[in-house]
């Protein structure tokens, strides 16, 4: 379950992350009236902002009309799979290619000697 569900069915606005690119890292601050700013870049020049869901599209048209912003668009948060189930068998699958790795590496130091 999602953190979003979770806020919806507790009443909650369901909030999503827009991820802004700036000609500048001056501009950081203007963007303070489209959404709560969590994370700020100077050097690769973007801006994470928190909006509610239902607004997010019409926020993107908004902040791409802007003439100090290069590009906005959604994050990709909401697509990446948390649940546990999923992540032990991703970790068990890199455990065992890593592992016969390790082996192939052993067998061709051996035919080396």
């Given at each position: 379950m999602s953190i979003n569900t979770e806020l919806g069915e507790n009443?909650?606005?369901?909030?999503?992350?827009?991820?802004?690119y700036l000609r500048t890292s001056s501009d950081q601050f203007r963007l303070r009236s489209f959404?709560?700013?969590v994370y700020f870049s100077k050097k690769l020049g973007y801006c994470v902002i928190y909006v509610n869901k239902?607004?997010?599209d019409h926020k993107i048209t908004e902040l791409?009309?802007?003439?100090?912003?290069l590009?906005?668009?959604?994050s990709n948060t909401e697509d990446v799979n948390l649940d546990s189930s999923y992540i032990e068998a991703q970790?068990?699958?890199m455990a065992a290619a890593a592992?016969?790795?390790?082996a192939e590496n052993d067998r061709?130091?051996?035919?080396q000697a």
């Open positions: 009443g909650f606005a369901e909030r999503t992350a827009l991820i802004v959404g709560d700013i239902a607004e997010a791409e009309r802007l003439g100090f912003v590009k906005a668009e959604k970790i068990t699958q592992e016969a790795k390790l061709n130091l051996g035919e």
